[in-house]
């Protein structure tokens, strides 16, 4: 989970590297690092700290950005601490050759101990050094070219990797490869210019044609010439498939927003109704979703369906559980994709797996889709980035076609996942007779009126806002949901902890008798979703029990409610509808709360500390 950019043609490279790493930030930011080759002399700077930070750097000396050729990363660390050594680039010993990576060499520890036993020393912790060592190596020994080494190194590694890689006497290529970790090629026009990049973000405004390498693949890129293709394991040649990018550069840029987390929690309506688009026809009471339709009898006659994911995509599984039971009456089981692929789960051809997924690129759930793969289950992906790992690894899935979602915190992903998860469960719950026609009808009827009243919903910014500035200095918070609203409270906790660093836990609200009632004192805030449906009461009398106790109450209410306003210390309204598709409402105050409260506190909120964006490391 780090970023590559990586630039060769006929224009300067510098600001194509530099703005692309700023576009990638969101994969890892705790320190970055650039080479420039200006047709002579190779420049390395790099430093611990943010793009910014290197920028700064590189603008005392000019050189540092001069020539047409560069490579530059922006890291998560995984190997060796954040620091200016451990940063990407890294050289060779003879500083001849220079690599970006992203990924871990699992077998680095061993291939270290080989090289220093022929003469090689190291100067830092990474297991990218040894990587580029390795290839200097075999390229020696073998007295090959840089991509024949770059092949025969990479048959020797285990681990994952997305690597481009450089060579001083062959300045008219690079080499790049992938396994496990996302790559893409920018094709320019004629071939006179080629970029290379995590995702296609830093090349959108310079050509729309990309190459995305697949597991297991090497690319041989060099000026003028067809980019060639080959599988490492076997160095066979692959027809390259040159895709045309759908996406934007306004969708990946703020907008006039502050944040991208504020843009993205903005961008709910609209992002619904893509999900929505072609699949909910609303006027004909009609779900259409091929990718169910097609794989009906395996979702119809499956013993159970097995929800994997991680963080906010796991609590969207948890919504997706309660609506595919409570709709279709299938049993459903909701795994955290880090703990199944490890547990020795008990899987059969009899279970449908639906893997949800952001980013596409979760390691965990990646590997917990393979096993289940392996045990025969039939697996469905819910993805937001098309052509990603994990939409690829499945056998279908549907897109929740959200749009690039750059702040780290998870906002629109999670409504469109829950969207998707809620199309599906109807259409299956009709399928099998679990739902009537009329209750069919009304859910339609009552969903496609969701974006409108998220677009109303977000009107109360202000007010959420004067809230939080009641609650940002709590050291602890409690947030508390019932049924359907239970994972929007896991998922409330998650957003203020991961952008506020405040102290956050969520619970089923009945649950708070059997424990953390302990906490409740005059300094706690609790927000609590008391809608006006299903568990209404017992939260009611949940709430009383707060009060007695003297914690602050924030509750999340339906619109015109009364009893609750009447005890609470502070209500957020939203707009009525059924109760199964409640989360899509009551999610909207809690995200701009964990919003303006990160904000207050200054912290940095696209960005938090020691995350990523998409978590490609086990
Ligand atoms: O890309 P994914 O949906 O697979 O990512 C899963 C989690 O890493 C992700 O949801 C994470 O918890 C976010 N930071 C939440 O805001």
Known sequence: ?????????????????????KRLEYRGYD?????????????????????SDLEFITNQEEERKAGNIGMGHTRWATHGVPNDVNSHPHYSQSGELVIVHNGIIENYDTIKKE????????????????????????????????GKAVQLALTNVVGAYAITVFDKAKPNEIVVARLGSPIAIGVGEDNKEFFVASDASPFLEYTKNAIYLEDEEMAIIKLGKEVRVRKIKDDSLVDPIIQELQISLEQIEKGGYDHFMLKEIHEQPKAITDTFRGRMLAEENMIKMGSIEDNLDKFLNADRIIIIACGTSWHAGLVGEYLIEDMARIPVEVEYASEFRYRNPIVTSKDVVI???QSGETADTLAAIKLAKSKGAFVYGVCNVVGSSIARETHSGAYTHAGPEIGVASTKAFTTQITVLTLIALKLGKANGSLSDDSFKNYIQKMSLIPKQIEKLLEIDEHVKSIAAVYKDATNCLYLGRGFNFPVALEGALKLKEISYIHAEGYPA??????PIALIDENMPIFVIATNKGHYEKVVSNIQE???????????VTEGDTQVRDIADHVIE??????????????????LLSYHIAVMLNKNVDQPRNLAKSVTVE
């Open 31 to 51: 320190s970055s690092g650039i080479m420039m080759y200006d047709g002579e002399k190779m420049y390395l700077t790099k430093t611990k700290g943010k793009v």
């Open 115 to 146: 090289l220093i036993t022929r003469g090689y020393t190291f100067k830092s912790d990474t297991d990218t050094e040894v990587l580029i060592n390795l290839i200097e190596e075999v390229k020696k020994t073998e007295g090959c070219k840089l």
């Open 510 to 515: 009945a649950e708070m008798k059997h424990g």
């Open 546 to 556: 707060i009060k007695s106790r003297a914690g602050k109450i924030i509750a999340i």
């Open 355 to 357: 893997a949800i997924s």
């Open 1 to 21: 989970m780090c970023g590559i950019s990586a630039y060769i043609g006929h224009r300067e490279a510098y600001p194509i590297v530099i703005n692309g790493l």
């Open 574 to 591: 939203v707009p009525d509808t059924e109760e199964a598709l409640t989360p899509l409402l009551t999610t909207i105050p809690l995200q």
